[in-house]
């Protein structure tokens, strides 16, 4: 089916304006996710990249749990990544992961929550499940954050991201439904708050054909009349390089902008395509903005007096990427037609993606616009198209909240270079370059 027919048969939900809300902070979204979670009435569903078993982590599944024993009737699920949930962290010592605390929940309450693994391909490292929404009774709390400490600011280090709430019956029951239809029901999702799992391999041809299932999977619902006191917000879903609508959306908006383009990525590596159309864009008197995290803002850092990780050595790989860019750009940055803005904050990191098209189309995703998340993860996004500029004052108070803490850069010759980098990290990038490495790590991280 030709895209153009795909987005004419998506879902499109009429929301009054005061129905979204926009929240500015780690901490803000820990205590209204907890609040919601604890005055639910009818259902929570939890899709994350992970839940963690760490003090933040314990705190929202402790909140879920006391919720589903205060009514048993409630409609409790959690969605994570299969993969990521059975092991460690990065670098650390091998673990059973989280999947442990969630059968340590089960054995402990009188009604369980169950924790589905959605496995999206056979390994981690070829496609995760990215999807972000939690809908709560007839909200949608939408946000790139997972659930650890980091990310909802429990201790004294934050991951910011952005966060936004929409209250829609119509819309909170079209992701439920995706939930429930699309992923919980294939044999390939697992509850992880059971200790007989299968093992990954057993289940290798039944996870094979449920991405063939997600790539042909959409958003249900009724395309809603959307009046001029109103804002459409379009639900969408995308894996794989085939047939995908978000991929597809967020290309069409860069080539339709007419003056402003606000791009957000934590990882500073665009697809070709997406290079590509904001070229195109500059050249065609579009200001472009950039709005990516210092290299010391990445979740990938390691400070130089910490122990070294190979790891490590990507947010160094992502500046370089950036200079590269700014370089080759350097005269639409001296002419204001291209801003790129650093966002850094004392020890914080930068999680934040998204799209802004001439202040009246926005996409909130929890796409991070590099190669990894165009190719192999399941990613989604709604669409908020604002023609009337009726929530032109929140979103601009979002990016004033954001670019508190940016720099502009003026010059590529403010970013270093690989000889201003600590000495293991020069000789990691070297051999990785030398060896042509790079080219294969920018596609799948």
Request: glycine share 6%; charged share 25%; aromatic share 10%.
């Amino acid at each position: 089916m030709p895209i153009r027919n795909l987005f004419g048969s998506l879902p499109t939900f009429a929301v009054e304006p005061d129905q979204f809300q926009v929240l500015q902070s780690a901490l803000s979204f820990r205590e209204y996710l907890l609040e919601a979670i604890h005055n639910a009435t009818s259902r929570i569903y939890l899709v994350a990249l992970y839940l963690e078993n760490d003090e933040a982590g314990r705190e929202v599944l402790t909140a879920a749990y006391e919720a589903k024993q205060r009514n048993p009737e409630l409609d409790i699920i959690i969605c994570v990544d299969w993969h990521r949930a059975q092991r460690g962290l990065i670098g650390a010592e091998k673990a059973k992961g989280n999947a442990a605390m969630y059968q340590a929940f089960a054995e402990k309450y009188e009604h369980a929550i169950p924790v589905y693994g959605v496995p999206v391909r056979n390994r981690e490292v070829f496609g995760v499940l990215h999807l972000k929404g939690f809908v709560i009774d007839d909200a949608v709390i939408y946000s790139g954050a997972s659930l650890n400490n980091v990310y909802l600011h429990y201790q004294d280090r934050y991951r910011f991201d952005r966060y936004h709430v929409i209250q829609n019956p119509s819309l909170a029951d079209s992701m439920a439904g995706f939930i429930r239809k699309e992923m919980i029901q294939n044999p390939a999702v697992n509850n992880l708050a059971e200790t007989d799992l299968p093992s990954t391999k057993e289940l290798k041809s039944t996870i094979r054909q449920f991405r063939i299932s997600l790539g042909k999977s959409s958003y249900s619902g009724e395309k809603q009349v959307v009046g001029d006191h109103q804002v459409a917000v379009t639900p969408m879903v995308g894996v794989g390089k085939r047939n995908n609508v978000l991929n597809q959306k967020i290309t069409a908006l860069l080539a339709d902008a007419k003056q402003e383009i606000v791009l957000c990525t934590p990882y500073f590596n665009l697809p070709k395509v997406v290079l590509r159309e904001v070229k195109r864009a500059i050249k065609r008197g579009v200001k472009v903005h950039v709005v990516v995290g210092d290299k010391t803002a990445n979740d990938f850092y390691i400070a130089p007096d910490q122990p070294f990780k190979a790891i490590g050595g990507l947010p160094y790989l992502y500046e370089m990427n950036l200079r590269k860019f700014a370089r080759a750009n350097e005269s639409h940055i001296a002419s204001g037609g291209l801003s790129i803005h650093l966002w850094k904050h004392d020890n914080n990191s930068y999680h934040l993606k998204g799209l802004w098209v001439d202040r009246r189309t926005m996409l909130l995703t929890g796409n991070n616009v590099n190669p990894r998340a165009w190719a192999l993860d399941l990613e989604n996004g709604l669409l908020i198209e604002d023609p009337n500029q009726h929530l032109l004052a929140k979103f601009t108070a979002e990016f004033d909240n954001i670019h508190k803490y940016t720099q502009r850069i003026s010059s590529y010759s403010q970013l270093e270079t690989i000889h201003d980098y600590p000495v293991k990290i020069q000789r990691l990038l070297k051999k990785v370059i030398r060896t042509r490495a790079d080219r294969l790590l920018k596609r799948i991280l």
